[in-house]
């Protein structure tokens, strides 16, 4: 049993608390502990994505019980890629949030931080359906709390409007795992698909209630359509870095839905076959629509980039609805690019709302560094929309080819490529109205009073810059990437390894 | 009992999701309590009703047990709701002191142009 395993629920774990509790009047040694368990979990994550490269499963068993009554951390190549991709996020975010002062204009941010990330990377490595439960509200309290950092009146109300939306949902779990429970008799996700795929065939009707509602409670985590609606306020209102953080949030409902619907009810298990795609796929389709709409009516920046977001995530589940080995595998690539794509822009608004004193998308003085913020606002839309040569646009390529022998196939690529188009021209549109209409304002007014403090320094720069430049080297090592993420989507259709590992012991207990 | 069991479910998930859509903080909050309570009964009830079982297993004697599982997920369960709510009760008093009314709903005509302008502090 590999005790690294635990380690990035461990770390965090401890670390928040002690933050909170001991370091909470010093912002110096908060921001320092903070960094450094930030880096030391990065350190963990790339360890155990080493580790997985060979494949495998490995489980690490709670209190050493077997299986189906103790509760067990799962480790695969998905996880070990989430939770990586979780660190290095993390690490950018917080980069920015000390640069640009945000974590001191609340209290408790780097404990709220430390938190988030514990209940992340616990959802991502849980192999208990349960626990996922618990790691999901973990990672929310945490996500309240940052939701309003900093304060507001309209931060307030819209946390308000977030912390309802997501409590319902919490409920609505629990009805789900309920269900699921009183049919199978077990909550353990490996336990789970060998009793599904064995269930009888008059008990399916609740099964398939279950696999519905937990269908329904995912999406509202991955804001799919219909329940997308809590995110463009949710994201808009939120401070920039958290929101940058919140990329990663959305992934945790998408997830939870490759996770759950090909382990447990995968595309063979006759119980629940077809369900998942029949309503995958069409609210994908919808949710990628109303994301790029969305982008084009936005009046403000916040929630431009907030309904890019919600774009990306239909892109992402259209993949996913497919259900075959290679799609979901251009799905998982595209989950990488989509996250990165989605932190570059709302870090980068920051600093270009921190230059402007609002975000509302109309013509204003210049700023000063006018064309360099221009330049990265462009680098970063072309990654979002999907145009060459960034990622994004090997990304919907790949997702394209993933859903080519569909029957709906048609439907899927004219929801791609009309949704870029319009996400392109409405990114054009609020490009050209922050930075170059602005340039023929300058000679009225070039308020000279409030710009000369207010120079982006470098220091503040490098994570949106480490942002795309991971989107440029998602593009370059596309080959790599995408042969790691077949093996892993291959890994995810085969559950034998997972239940196997996960059951190995499961007669042990006995004795 | 079944019937007794089933029937509080449905009123109070019937009554809480009424209470949410009302839009106003004090009865949303209302609403996610029911609904929470909703939920407790309804997992207590998955591991099959029995009366007069202790959910222990006896090593020495055959006596029925029910299923302690579906008692340890409520428990759990109670304690994230008791703190969620908490926390909502927390929110929806700091959003009706800065915006003076409870509506959940934000109007477009109060979303000031502030939002990363605040200052220090708060």
């Known amino acids: ?511 | 009992m079944e019937f007794l069991v089933a029937s509080a479910i449905g009123t109070l998930t019937a009554g809480g999701v009424y209470l949410i859509l009302r839009l106003r903080a004090f009865p949303v909050i209302l609403g996610i309590s029911m609904l929470s309570y909703a939920v407790n009964v309804f997992l207590f009830s998955t591991g099959r009703l029995a009366v007069d079982a202790p959910p222990i297993l006896q090593k020495y004697a055959d006596v029925p047990y029910s299923d302690p599982l579906p008692q340890a997920l409520v428990l759990t369960a109670i304690v994230i709701s008791f703190g969620m709510t908490a926390v909502l009760v927390m929110f929806a008093l700091g959003a009706y002191l800065e915006a003076d009314h409870d509506r959940i709903n934000i109007r477009e005509d109060d979303e000031p142009e502030e939002t990363s302008t605040e200052g220090q502090g708060a």
């Open chain 1, 1 to 511: 049993m590999n005790h690294w395993i635990i380690a990035p629920v461990i770390l965090p774990a401890l670390l928040a608390p002690l933050l909170a509790f001991v370091m909470r009047h010093d912002i110096v040694l908060a921001r320092v502990a903070s960094s450094v368990g930030t880096v030391v979990l990065a350190g963990i994550a790339i360890g155990l994505t080493a580790l997985e490269a060979g494949g495998g499963t490995q489980v690490y068993f709670l209190g050493d019980w077997p299986a189906p009554f103790g509760i067990v951390l799962v480790l695969d190549r998905l996880s070990a890629i989430m939770v990586l991709l979780t660190s290095l996020l993390s690490l950018l975010v917080l980069w920015h949030a000390i640069a640009t002062g945000w974590d001191n204009r609340g209290r408790h941010f780097h404990a709220l931080f430390q938190f988030q990330l514990m209940g992340i990377n616990g959802a991502f490595l849980t192999g208990d359906a349960f626990n996922l439960f618990v790691f999901f509200e973990v990672l929310l309290i945490a996500s309240y709390g940052l939701m309003i950092h900093g304060g507001g009146r309209v931060r307030l109300r819209a946390g308000l409007q977030y912390v309802v939306m997501n409590l319902a949902g919490s409920t609505l779990f629990l009805f789900a795992l309920g269900t699921l429970y009183a049919t199978t008799g077990t909550l353990n996700i490996a336990d789970l698909a060998v009793k599904v795929q064995a269930m009888p065939s008059d008990d399916v009707a609740l099964v398939r209630v279950a696999a519905i509602l937990l269908m329904i409670v995912f999406a509202i985590k991955a804001a799919l359509f219909p329940v997308q609606f809590w995110l463009p306020g949710t994201y808009a209102n939120a401070p920039a870095p958290v929101a940058a953080l919140f990329a990663i949030m959305t992934k945790v409902g998408a997830y939870s839905i490759i996770r759950i619907y090909t382990v447990v009810f995968g595309p063979d298990v006759t119980a629940t076959q077809g369900i998942v795609t029949e309503w995958l796929m069409p609210a994908a389709v919808v949710t990628l629509f109303a994301g790029a709409i969305g982008v084009l009516g936005a009046k403000r920046l916040m929630p431009l980039l907030a309904f890019s977001v919600v774009g990306s995530m239909g892109t992402l589940m259209l993949a996913v609805s497919a259900f075959t080995p290679y799609a979901l595998s251009t799905a998982l690539y595209y989950l990488l690019h989509s996250t990165f794509a989605a932190a570059a822009l709302f870090l980068l608004a920051d600093l270009v709302v921190s230059q402007r004193g609002n975000d509302a998308l109309t013509a204003q003085p210049p700023v000063l560094q006018n064309g360099f913020f221009a330049a990265l606002f462009f680098a970063g839309a072309i990654g979002m929309a999907g145009m060459p040569p960034l990622s994004g646009f090997l990304g919907k390529l790949m997702v394209m080819d993933g859903v080519r022998d569909q029957s709906w196939m048609v439907l899927a690529w004219t929801a791609i490529l009309l949704g870029s188009l319009v996400t392109i021209v409405g990114f054009a549109r609020a490009g050209s109205m922050l930075f170059w209409k602005s340039t023929s304002m300058s000679a009225e007014v070039t308020g000279n009073e409030v710009e000369t403090e207010k120079r982006i320094g470098a220091l503040q720069v490098v994570p949106t810059l480490a942002a795309l430049g991971m989107l440029a080297i998602l593009s370059i090592f596309a080959g790599p990437a995408s042969r790691y993420l077949e093996a892993t989507a291959d890994q995810l259709f085969d559950n034998s390894d997972y239940v196997s590992a996960v059951l190995s012991r499961a007669g042990e207990g006995q004795e």
